[in-house]
């Protein structure tokens, strides 16, 4: 049956080209102690080989078949065979300078229309330099080697590096965040490589130096999937030193013009400003974006204090009072000594359009299986997926784009009947973190006219006039079906007696060809 399908065409053509073709760059995560996934097969199986132990960030790139290219943890390179990269015996180094202990110690960008090059941006721990690197994927027979000295873009970091695609959809941006000041800096990169002269948005709170623990310089930077938010999660001061009490931590969220770089109209969440219910944000670590950008989820790090939680903001509540007002508690752990045993870490999109949640010494993650919906229906699983080798703190950066995926993607499909196709509609309803017949209904437009000959409507089987109008009443007792138009062809005038007396008084029932488009009724 397929009265649906010349219904559903115009909003299937709609989608299809409005997406971003499915990306698999992303699909392959090394990160933490040894540890593997792989979303080849649409959901996160262990993935060995790993030869990486990191504390926090890692990077990775696969190509567009999702096949492993390279991986770094901001200091080692490792092919895709997990041997050590090939460094041209020219350069004076032969490993990169970010940390084993920086937040995010890099992220892997491929220069536009140039297959086999790619940048290896590196970031330092606390206010180390932020610099870059070029590799080859062509090289030594496909393993690959980083052929260019390094370049300094900042001399003074936070642990915090984020990218993201042009507006123009082939560039893409890479932004960091000076320490000491509250200057973003945003390169673009273009198939001539990158550019010399960064964009620079001084705006939101100073990134302070603070002691010489400098945990300003602490917490993920995200920019989001569909390119229009930055959000950064600020640990705060470290009193003391490692694994001592935090003060000062924050979230900051902002508008991003990825046709600029400019970053612009700040919301700050602090310790002040928190919900009632909520948690001091000391520790802020984590932050991502729902695929559809409604919401930003922000983890907290448990090594300084004994309470620590996962949270939702609503960003789409409107004015900056009501965005800070939103936070909602999603998970949490309360009333443990502040340990590296029982933590929540970084939080990363995955190709599923999950987010996935770094756990410190486990052999798991948790996960947000619908993040596009709001509160308790984001839906927490603690105990998520298994990995290979255990999690540490972080997961590894991407260019956020790979995980772009509108809230109506179907994909290149024919349906089978009537009914899949409102399945799927139902689906994108919830998706969009909506409730059907609650929030949103449904309106048909049947044409009956279109398909009906000789007393028989024709689809793919055949109806009587009673049959049909039967056929109809249970599409609307089974879906949250508002109207229906042209039910019935226009000469079929029992059908439309049949239809205006027994299809429920709740749907409304539409005239269209009946008494509209016929001049001589």
């Known amino acids: 049956m397929g009265i649906l399908r010349q219904t559903f065409l115009f909003i299937f053509i709609f989608i299809c080209l409005n997406q971003v073709c499915a990306q698999k760059e992303g699909n392959i995560w090394l990160f933490g102690d040894n540890a593997g996934v792989d979303f080849n097969s649409g959901s996160p199986t262990p993935f060995s080989g790993n030869v990486l132990d990191q504390q926090e960030g890692f990077a990775n790139i696969c190509n567009k078949k999702g096949q492993l290219l390279f991986y770094t943890d901001g200091e080692n390179v490792k092919t895709k065979t997990h041997k050590d990269m090939f460094f041209l015996p020219t350069l004076p180094f032969s490993k990169l300078f970010g940390s084993w202990s920086s937040t995010q110690s890099g992220v892997i960008v491929p220069r536009p229309k ?4 790619y940048f290896v941006f590196s970031v330092g721990r606390e206010g180390a330099p932020l610099q870059y690197v070029q590799v080859d994927t062509n090289a030594f027979g496909g393993e690959g080697m980083v052929f260019t000295d390094t370049t300094t873009l ?41 550019t010399t002269k960064p964009v620079i948005s001084s705006v939101g709170p100073t990134h302070q130096l603070g002691n010489s623990r400098r945990g300003f310089s602490k917490g993920y930077m995200k920019a989001s999937p569909k390119g229009d938010k930055i959000a950064a999660a600020i ?25 600029t770089g400019k970053v612009t109209n700040p919301v700050v969440l602090t310790n002040s400003n928190r919900p009632s219910g909520i948690y001091e944000y000391d520790g802020a670590y984590g932050v991502e974006f729902s695929p559809n950008g409604k919401f930003l989820y922000v983890s907290q790090w448990g090594v300084y204090r004994s309470d620590r939680q996962v949270v939702q903001i609503d960003l789409q509540a409107g004015s900056s009072n009501n965005i800070i007002n939103s936070v909602h508690q999603i998970a949490s752990i309360s009333g443990q000594s502040n340990n590296t045993t029982n933590n929540f870490g970084a939080l990363q999109i995955g190709p599923d359009g999950k987010i996935y949640c770094a756990r410190n010494n486990r052999a798991y993650m948790s996960v947000i299986e619908k993040p596009n919906c709001p509160k308790a229906a984001a839906s927490w699983k603690d105990i998520g997926p298994s990995i290979s080798g255990s999690c540490n703190f972080g997961l590894p950066t991407f260019i956020q784009s790979f995980f772009f995926k509108p809230d109506f993607y179907i994909g290149n499909r024919n349906f089978k009947n009537d009914n899949e196709v409102l399945d799927i509609l139902m689906d994108m309803i919830s998706k969009s973190g909506y409730c059907p017949k609650s929030q949103v209904g449904i309106a048909l437009d049947v044409a009956a006219s279109e398909f009906y000959l000789n007393g028989i409507y024709k689809t793919d089987s055949e109806y009587t006039s009673s049959d049909w109008v039967n056929y109809l009443i249970n599409l609307k007792n089974n879906y949250p079906i508002l109207s229906i138009e042209d039910p019935c062809a226009d000469v079929d005038e029992l059908g439309w007696q049949r239809a205006l007396k027994n299809i429920p008084s709740s749907c409304k029932i539409v005239g269209d060809d009946l008494i509209v488009t016929q001049l001589p009724r």
């Open 154 to 194: 900042l001399n003074y970091s936070t642990e915090k590096i984020t990218a993201v695609k042009h507006a123009n959809g082939e560039d893409l941006w890479i932004i960091g965040h000076e320490l000491g000041n509250n200057k973003f800096y945003a390169w673009q990169m273009t198939a001539l490589g990158l």
């Open 235 to 259: 640990v705060g001061q470290q009193n003391t030193g490692w694994r001592s009490s935090t003060t000062d931590g924050r979230i900051e969220i902002y508008d991003f013009d990825n046709a």
């Open 114 to 117: 140039v297959g086999n090059l």
